[in-house]
């Protein structure tokens, strides 16, 4: 199980990056911590290996092109809340985050506020122009660099977040098949010119610098978040 910091704050890798399996959903533990707990918590981390992660109603045999995850040993798993089926990697930056709040509604005014914190850590680092598009997603131009998810259960909200900073997008294409669902601002792009990163937008900071500025604007948030 990762350490836990004083504050909520967990540090460490996720219990999921250690020991993928289908029926395990990412960063599940800190939902179960909360429920436990009663304690704001909050995770930011880089995950160790490549997985494919499937919304609550995602399917495998539609979302995910299994037969590339199997010739590679590529797991899948599920996590709460909607959403589409991403990637998780080296080179991107996970933020989830699971606190009560005053309503049980107001999901896009909910990750519209947490998604200001990324823009804010990002603008620290001297990122400009990134932008909300669709429901819930950020962007840089008209590609996406943040995908989100929230899953509720009455005042508890859990939030999930990935930003691309420096990873190989080329897996997406691999092992993710075309959505059904999409935004209006996508027009048809494939994966690979659908997404950017912070390293393609010529940005060169480490994945470790983008935690540590995250860290700092959600240690400053989170407590206000109602």
């Known amino acids: 199980m990762p350490e836990s910091a004083p504050d909520g704050r967990e540090t460490g890798a996720p219990e999921g990056a250690r020991t993928p399996a289908h029926e395990s959903t990412v960063n599940g533990d800190l939902l179960d911590r909360y429920r436990r707990t009663g304690v704001p918590v909050h995770r930011i981390y880089e995950p160790g290996v490549l997985c494919a992660v499937l919304g609550a109603a995602g399917k495998p045999e539609e ?18 809340g909607g959403g ?7 080179g991107q930056v996970v933020l989830a985050l699971v606190r009560e709040v005053d309503s049980p509604f107001r999901n896009k005014e909910y990750a519209a506020r947490i998604n200001s914190w990324i823009v804010e850590a990002l603008s620290r680092l001297g990122v400009t122009g990134v932008h909300p598009e669709g429901i819930s997603d950020l962007a840089i131009g008209e590609k996406k660099i943040v995908g989100t998810s929230i899953y509720r259960t009455r005042l508890v909200l859990f939030y999930q977040a990935s930003l691309l900073v420096s990873n190989d997008i080329s897996v997406f294409t691999r092992y993710l098949a075309m959505p059904s669902r999409v935004p209006e601002y996508r027009r048809g792009r494939s994966h ?15 994945v470790q610098d983008v935690i540590d500025s995250m860290e700092n604007v959600v240690r400053e948030q989170l407590p206000l978040l109602r």
């Not at 589409?84 to 080296?90: A, E, N, Q, S």
């Not at 690979?192 to 480490?206: I, K, Q, V």
């Open 63 to 80: 979302d995910l092109i299994t037969a590339h995850l199997e010739a590679d040993g590529v797991p899948w798993k599920r996590r709460r």
């Open 84 to 90: 589409g089926t991403v990637i998780l990697g080296p």
């Open 192 to 206: 690979e010119d659908f997404c950017t990163t912070l390293a393609r937008e010529g940005y060169t900071f480490s």
